[in-house]
């Protein structure tokens, strides 16, 4: 059965939350079949696909345009999991009307949710207004890769006592807002199973420790495609080699006469 986000937001509720939900990371249309057939209740199209498929250092170059295109080919590869896509850098900042605009077109590519960065006012105020245009909205506070010129680096958040207290008032203030779920990235575990048990909407970690309602990592992360991977991202196969042997094969064959027979 087609996942709902008014299935998610409900999972804690009805006691789902038994069973955590599993997210993984698409960019085009067969990443998003492979996530897809593999039972993943979310596929995110998050914007770190900047630097998995883009090669770019940070998320902060991608365009509306860049992620429009790559939600639309995700569209085409997804049957089951929940759409969520990642609004980049710069499309929602700047005015309420702005996030309405860019979240918009998001769902007009088949998205079924946004995910937004931050947890501050501002940030607060525009999932407010998403959420009563019915527009659908994940929060992510820790470390949000957008503001990596602020931190110096993809640095774990929330170490100190203030910082803590920080992103635990974001948390709350995002789900007063109206978001349905929140993504936790790179804190430590005792903070996200202190916002986990204090929010009645799903976490979703990623470095966050097993306390949380569900896990995301990269799809490229998983499979072992990545040329580096984050250090809290498990890698269950290594595909990068294995590729590039095939790679191998093929031109020795072309070069040997081997192929075609
Ligand atoms: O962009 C992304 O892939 C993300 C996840 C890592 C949560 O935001």
């Given amino acids: 059965m087609a996942v709902s986000v008014d299935r998610i937001l409900r999972w804690k509720q009805t006691g789902q939350s038994a069973q955590p939900i599993a997210v993984l990371t698409a960019w085009d249309v067969m990443s998003a079949q492979i996530v897809d057939a593999a039972g993943a209740d979310i596929v995110l199209v998050g914007d770190s696909l900047a630097m998995v498929a883009l090669g770019y250092d940070t998320t902060l170059p991608l365009t509306l345009e860049d992620m429009l ?22 499309s929602y900042q700047t005015s309420v009307e702005d996030a309405i605009r860019a979240a918009g077109g998001m769902l007009k590519a088949g998205a079924q949710a946004v995910k937004l960065e931050g947890g501050h006012e501002g940030v607060v105020e525009r999932v407010r207004h998403l959420v009563q245009w019915g527009i659908p909205v994940m929060g992510h506070v820790g470390l949000t890769p957008q503001s990596v010129n602020q931190f110096g680096g993809f640095r774990k958040q929330g170490k100190t006592q203030t910082e803590a207290d920080r992103i635990l008032t974001e948390a709350k203030a995002l789900e007063q807002a109206g978001a349905f779920s929140i993504v936790l990235e790179h804190i430590p575990a005792e903070l996200a199973r202190d916002i986990t048990k204090a929010l ?28 580096w991977q984050p250090p809290f991202a498990k890698v269950y196969a290594n595909l990068r080699q294995q590729a590039i042997e095939a790679a191998q094969q093929f031109c020795g064959e072309v070069r040997s006469g081997q192929y075609p027979a």
């Fill in 200 to 227: 009645s909407i799903p976490t979703i970690g990623i470095g966050a420790g097993s306390h949380c309602d569900g896990q995301v990592l990269v799809t490229a992360d998983v499979l072992g495609l990545s040329a």
């Fill in 69 to 90: 295109i790559c939600a639309r080919a995700v569209r085409r590869g997804v049957q089951n999991a929940l759409m969520v896509v990642d609004l980049p850098f710069l």
